[in-house]
């Protein structure tokens, strides 16, 4: 077994103990942002997840709805197009929210290979409640951020977002 020395009294772990979750394996060293975009998004899954339990929902499943609920019935090719995921993934996301209630499968009227994800009823009784849960995602994770630290943040994230658009193309091209 393993023993953690606890910082804030000087003995062997016994288990009580908060993890260490500013632990960081040497082999990790030197890549700070790595590390810290990992904790920060593993923090916002997670208050994701427990604010969208109360509806039934999992993380990712309130995109769908919200883009249901704004453009109306949609193909299943274009909800996985819209937030990057795979077709079994996104297959997966529509069963689950069909078992749930909140979306249905229906022929398409232009075209009879083409089946449409609609909204249900069910998926608009929550629809506020959603809306409101994204608002307090968003004020946990910048609650303590002025509006120009906001920006700054937000110009830094769309940088990082082209460069690991960039470095995911560059590896697609390797492949």
């Not at 009580?16 to 998004?41: K, W, Y």
């Not at 609609?118 to 009784?125: F, I, L, M, V």
Request: glycine share 8%; hydrophobic share 40%; aromatic share 4%.
């Amino acid at each position: 077994m393993i023993e953690e020395s606890s910082a804030r009294d000087g003995h062997a772990g016994s288990g009580d103990e908060e993890p260490d979750v500013e632990f960081r394996p040497t082999a990790l060293q030197g890549s700070d942002i790595n590390h810290a975009l990992v904790r920060v998004a593993r923090l916002h899954h997670l208050l994701a997840a427990q604010l969208l339990r109360r509806f039934g929902l999992h993380p990712s499943q309130e995109l769908v709805l919200i883009r249901l609920w704004e453009a109306g019935a949609q193909k299943q090719i274009d909800l996985a197009a819209m937030l990057g995921a795979d077709s079994a993934t996104m297959t997966r996301t529509i069963q689950r929210l069909e078992n749930g209630g909140f979306v249905r499968r229906v022929p398409s009227t232009t075209d009879r290979r083409v089946t449409m994800v609609e909204p249900t009823t069910a998926s608009y009784a929550i629809r506020t409640g959603v809306e409101q849960t994204w608002a307090a995602l968003e004020e946990g994770t910048v609650g303590g951020l002025n509006a120009r630290q906001c920006r700054d943040a937000l110009a830094l994230l769309a940088q990082m977002e082209t460069s690991l658009d960039a470095a995911l193309e560059s590896t697609r091209a390797e492949a």
